[in-house]
Each structure stands twice: as structure tokens, then as C-alpha cells.
């Protein structure tokens, strides 16, 4: 047996069905060796980063680790863009890449780089294997971090002349680690007396409370204390469902914003949030000086990072709270006889304020949905195609099973307030921030779910950084649905410019962030990599192009032209 056999023989033990990549020299012992392992199936991109993505998204919507294989310096250079998303969100990954034979590294030869600390910011453990004989170890113990919470990418780098080398050794059984640390009783008493002794209540849901099956338990918990909830900004999955009365929408990444949803709560419960900064400086603090903030989580770094927390617990988030909704279970069923002495009527008190607190809320709530209403008439008719106006006509023949992939940026305020989510572990959204994701991360997805009808709603900005990735989803015949939202430029930047209000604000000169002269046909690109594309420009062809897309049973494309002007908008 040789090295290669033993890492292709631990990725059959570990159940890997697929191997995303795009080859070169350094990878030739691999390939090689997968002639011999035809259960395992070897998925082409045409970039590292679209392979990158597609295991991402394969990890996201299977629920396992996902495996990807580079080529050396470059092609880990060309991947970091979505291993570095993945990091953000917390994908559980096994990077591996080629390495010149190691006898070869003194001369320099060309590719040649240090794998190990090029990727090491962007993973829990980074690796170049030195021996065979170490290969059962570090592939158990990636396989092993990969997928332990807090989850996240590995890397392995696996050089030609260990690959190649004859060996005896076999792998390693994978160690799976319990995670289902507890907190004490006395912790979730006091955090839900705070919770439900609260004027103003609001939760934060972050991703690892979809990463840890904790939605149900967290909704649950929301519905007792009757509290605001908003889901974590750059959020990477599905928390909270959209259609929940409690549910006011996907935070955005500004300070200002943070600070309006949080002004005038005295309590806030962070759950799992590791979108804790704004994306630009913000000087002034988001929460009060008198708010107390609950924080859950499964990992320290994140307890207390960018702000005091009163009440910080390391914990299994569906176990936690869990534990939280018993206590105040048992506290809001407390009779007067039942309590302590000096406490007579508290329970009934507490009950009465949660739920003038449930009363209130519908109202905001009834508010807000007649404002989207508004903003999305206000705009029905306009040509070019609003962007509310395409996501809602998609929210109309949205299968009920559809998995959704989103890489909208500018137009994700639309595709998180219209589209009707309401089912766990169906989202995934772009984290990190680095452009490039949401295609790949689709074509992944669709391969975890193949009785599923995977719909991505992608910016025209993000889908040209690697637009050649339609090609895979092409050959493999993944049946994605790709509604490109084409507003011709860098909205987001725009948007940024137009709030600096500095002199291109003023003048209207917007300097590298028009995709224009010439325009890209998206359409045109899809068919030239063999996917059907279809270009949308009429808002009254919108609905039946949207139809036709999603009864095809293979790739299609929707170049979807939407108005390209700031508009502002309530979420």
C-alpha cells in the first residue's frame, strides 16, 4: 500500500463521497489512485476557489465535512477566498493540497510555497505531512477537528514523495467527540428571570444555533418570553423562521443599524452570534450602558469578545437553551403558595408584563409587514425590474423543499425579507464577506440534496468572479436555478459612496463599480459553458421565466436585469 492509498482508503472509511478539486502535477498520486476508488467521486471546477465553495456548500447542506483537494502554492492561493468563508462560518472542510517531493524543496523548484502557514490563519490546524507513517494520525485528527464544535476548515499538505511511499499502515477509526455540556440550574434560573423581568427583550440568533439543531429550542424559548428576535448579520444558514410573528429580519453589517435594534433593550440574549463587529468603524458602543447581555456559545473566544457580557455561558447552545426555557417554564407556573416568601404575585406579574410584551410586538410586527407591502407596491410596475419585485415573484413558486443559496449582497435585504424560509438547515447564505461563494457553494448543495430543488439568488458583481463555474454544474448536471440579480455595477460600494456624501456622491462619478461599456450577457456566458440562459428584462416575463427555470430538470440561468439606483429600504 502507498501513502495515497491510506489517505483514499481513511476518506472511504470517513464516508467521503466526494473529492471537489481541479488537478495538477503535485495531485497525479491522488488521481491515480482514484482509479481504484470508484465509490468516490472526483468533482471538477475550473478554479480552486469554485472547489473550494462547492465542498463548502456540500458540508453546509449534507451536515458532514466536506473535501477538497488543491493544487500546491497557486492553487491554495486561488482557493483562500472560500476557505476563508468558510472559516467565517464555520464549515467543516478537509483542504488538502499537493507538495513537491520533499527532497526537491532545497532547489526551490517553481510552485514550491509554505502550504502550512499560507492557509494556517484560516483553519484550526494546518499540516504538511513528513511520512507515510504519520498519515492515519493527521487524517484522523482533521477529519475529527473539521467537524467538532466550533466547526471549521483543516489542512493537510500531502507532498508526491509520501503519497508514493510504500507504507503498512492503515487508518485510524474517527473519533467523534459528545459535545452535550450542560449549564447549572442556578446559570438558567438567572437568565431567565432576566429574560422575562425585562421591559424591552430582544435575541440575537446566530449560526450556531442552526449549526447545533437548536432552532426548535430557541423558537420555543422565544415564543415564552415573547421576545424581538433578529437574526445575526452576515448570518451563513437558517436560525429563526422568516414567518415567525416574532422574527424582524437579518441584521445588517452598519453601526448605526446594530444600535437602532438594540436601543432601549435592557436585556439581550446573543445565541451563537459570530457576527459580533460592524463591517466598517463604529465609535460609539451598540448596546446601553444599563442593557444586560445574555451570551451563549460553544466557544470561549467568542463569550465577552467585543463587549462586557453579564451572564456568559460556555455551553452546547440546543442544551442551554433548553435549559433556559425549562426554568422559565417552571417560574412562570409557580403559584402564589409556590413562592418565596416576600415574592407573592411575582409569577402572575411576570406573566402579565410577557404578555403585554406579545402584544406589543404584533403591533411592530403588523407595522413592519404593511411597510414591506408598501415599499414593494411602491415599486411593482418600475423598469428596469425592482429587486423586490423579483424575490417576492420568486417567493410565489418557491417549491415548499427548495434549498436556497444567496449571494445577493446589495439585493440581500430583499431575499431576507421576502422570501417565506421557515424550514431549518434549507439556507445558506455568503459570511465572510469575500465575493465568489454563492455559485460553487449551489452546485455543493444541489450534489447533499439531490431530491431538493436548489435556487440561488446570486449579485452580478458575485456571480463574475467565477462565472466558469456553471460549467460543472453543466457536466454533472446539477439542477441549480441561478437568478442573477444584474443592477450592472458594485452596488454595495455605491451605497457606501452615497452615504460618505463625499465628492463622488456629489458628482455622481462612481469610479470602478459600473459593469458597463460593455454590459455582460449573463445569458450568453451560461450557454457558452452549457448551461440554458435565459435573459429577463420585462417585469410581466418575469413570473413565467421564473416557471420555466424551475420545472427544467437541469441548470438554468435567470440574467434577471433589476433597477440600479439607492433606494432606501426599512431592512
Known amino acids: 500500500m502507498r501513502g495515497r492509498d491510506v489517505v483514499l482508503e481513511a476518506f472511504r472509511k470517513y464516508n467521503v463521497r466526494y473529492i471537489f478539486g481541479n488537478p495538477g502535477t503535485t495531485e497525479l498520486p491522488m488521481m491515480d489512485g482514484l482509479v481504484n476508488y470508484p465509490d468516490i467521486e472526483y468533482v471538477l471546477g475550473l478554479h480552486e476557489d469554485t472547489a473550494v465553495g462547492m465542498a463548502a456548500g456540500y458540508a453546509q447542506a449534507a451536515g458532514t465535512v466536506g473535501v477538497v483537494n488543491l493544487h500546491i502554492t497557486p492553487g491554495l492561493a486561488h482557493g483562500l477566498g472560500n476557505i476563508y468563508d468558510a472559516y467565517r462560518a464555520g464549515v467543516p472542510l478537509v483542504v488538502t493540497a499537493g507538495q513537491h517531493d520533499s527532497r526537491l524543496a532545497i532547489q526551490e523548484p517553481a510552485l514550491a510555497g509554505d502550504l502550512v502557514n499560507m492557509v494556517k490563519p484560516f483553519t484550526k490546524w494546518s499540516y504538511e505531512v513528513h511520512q507515510a507513517e504519520e498519515l492515519p494520525i493527521a487524517l484522523q485528527r482533521a477529519f475529527k477537528l473539521a467537524q467538532t464544535a466550533p466547526t471549521g476548515p483543516v489542512f493537510l499538505s500531502l507532498p508526491n514523495n509520501v ?91 452598519n453601526g448605526p443599524y446594530l444600535k437602532e435594534i438594540l436601543s432601549g433593550a435592557d436585556v439581550v440574549l446573543l445565541l451563537g452570534v459570530t457576527s459580533q463587529a460592524p463591517l466598517l468603524y463604529f465609535a460609539e458602543p451598540v448596546f446601553g450602558d444599563e442593557t444586560k447581555v445574555i451570551q451563549v456559545d460553544v466557544s470561549e473566544w467568542e463569550l465577552g469578545k467585543n463587549a462586557h457580557a453579564h451572564c456568559a455561558i460556555l455551553a452546547d447552545l440546543k442544551a442551554a437553551v433548553k435549559a433556559i426555557g425549562e426554568s422559565v417554564r417552571r417560574q412562570l407556573s409557580l403559584s402564589d403558595s409556590q413562592q ?232
Not at 223 to 242: D, L, T
Open 340 to 571: 418565596e416568601t416576600g415574592s407573592s404575585g411575582q409569577a402572575d406579574a411576570l406573566r402579565r408584563r410577557i404578555e403585554q410584551r406579545r402584544t406589543d410586538l404584533a403591533g411592530l410586527q403588523e407595522k413592519r409587514q404593511k411597510e414591506l407591502q408598501d415599499a414593494l407596491t411602491a415599486d411593482w410596475e418600475s423598469q428596469p425590474i425592482s429587486p423586490a419585485r423579483v424575490v417576492a415573484e420568486l417567493a410565489q413558486v418557491l417549491p415548499k423543499d427548495a434549498f436556497v443559496v444567496d449571494e445577493s449582497v446589495t439585493s440581500g435585504r430583499y431575499v431576507h425579507s421576502y422570501l417565506p424560509m421557515s424550514r431549518p438547515n434549507s439556507l445558506i447564505s455568503l459570511k465572510g464577506g469575500g465575493l465568489g461563494y454563492g455559485i460553487a457553494a449551489a452546485m455543493g448543495a444541489q450534489l447533499a440534496r439531490p431530491n431538493e430543488r436548489v435556487v440561488a439568488t446570486i449579485g452580478d458583481g458575485s456571480a463574475l468572479y467565477y462565472i466558469q463555474s456553471l460549467w460543472t454544474a453543466a457536466k454533472y448536471n446539477l439542477p441549480v436555478v441561478y437568478v442573477i440579480l444584474n443592477n450592472q455595477s458594485y452596488m454595495i460600494l455605491k451605497g457606501g459612496l452615497q452615504r460618505m456624501n463625499g465628492p463622488a456622491a456629489q458628482k455622481g462619478i462612481f469610479p470602478g463599480m459600473d459593469i458597463v461599456g460593455p454590459s455582460v450577457d449573463f445569458a450568453a456566458c451560461a450557454r457558452s459553458f452549457g448551461v440554458e440562459g435565459i435573459r429577463v428584462e420585462d417585469p410581466d416575463e418575469l413570473q413565467a421565466a421564473l416557471q420555466k427555470a424551475l420545472a427544467a430538470n437541469r441548470p438554468v440561468l435567470l440574467d434577471v436585469v433589476i433597477d440600479g439606483t439607492i433606494k432606501p429600504f426599512l431592512q
Open 163 to 253: 503519497m508514493m511511499q510504500e507504507t503498512n499502515v492503515s487508518p485510524l477509526d474517527l473519533t467523534h467527540i459528545e459535545q452535550t455540556s450542560e449549564i447549572s440550574q442556578s446559570v438558567a434560573d438567572k437568565a431567565a428571570k432576566w429574560l422575562m423581568e425585562a421591559q424591552n427583550c430582544v435575541v440575537i440568533v446566530g449560526d450556531r444555533v442552526g449549526q447545533t439543531d437548536a432552532v426548535s429550542e430557541t423558537v420555543e424559548l422565544c415564543e415564552q418570553i415573547a421576545a424581538k428576535v433578529y437574526g445575526e448579520h452576515q448570518s451563513s444558514g437558517f436560525n429563526f423562521p422568516y414567518t415567525h410573528p416574532l422574527f424582524f429580519g437579518r441584521g445588517l453589517p
